[in-house]
């Protein structure tokens, strides 16, 4: 550790559109990342439109942007995640990356090391989705 700043470990894993499940085609639109030592899950997302419709002009934009919603509102907590509301971050953050077949779907995890979490969601996000 330089400088002395403490660096825990986190896990993220990255959020694709696939609008056309039989074609295979994605998108990056988020990051779901969970920090157990800050007791820390956040989803930031970013949907570039004009890429998602070059994959599928006739894709459902507001059915997408309501998926990643949702995603964020079970990071959140309370009211907005739903069956999830009472869960633990981490247990709300494996929900999230649980594998499957909609249109908004987690990858795989990876896992790095941080002193601040949220930062390192938005680092994620400009280096991996916008």
Same mark, same amino acid.
């Given at each position: ?16 559109? @696939?609008?056309?499940?039989? /074609? !295979?085609?994605?998108?990056?639109? *988020? ?5 157990? #030592?800050?007791?820390? &899950?956040? #989803? ?14 006739? #894709? ?10 949702? &995603?964020? !509102?079970?990071?959140? *907590?309370?009211?907005?995640? !739903?069956?999830?509301? *009472?869960?633990?971050? *981490?247990?709300?953050? /494996? ?7 909609? @249109? @908004?779907?987690? !990858? ?6 941080? #002193? ?15």
């Amino acid at each position: 550790m330089s400088g002395g700043t403490r660096r825990d470990v986190f896990e993220y894993a990255l959020l694709h559109v @696939v609008p056309r499940v039989e /074609r !295979g085609e994605r998108i990056n639109a *988020g990051v779901l990342l969970y920090c157990r #030592a800050h007791t820390f &899950v956040t #989803a930031r997302t970013h949907l570039d439109e004009g890429r998602l419709r070059a994959l599928d002009p006739a #894709a459902d934009l507001p059915g997408v942007r309501a998926a990643l919603r949702a &995603v964020e !509102g079970v990071c959140r *907590g309370g009211d907005a995640a !739903g069956q999830a509301a *009472g869960d633990d971050p *981490g247990r709300r953050f /494996r929900w999230l990356v649980a594998p499957r077949s909609t @249109v @908004v779907q987690p !990858g795989p995890v990876h896992t790095g090391l941080t #002193a601040d979490p949220a930062a390192e969601a938005e680092r994620l996000l400009e280096l991996l989705v916008r």
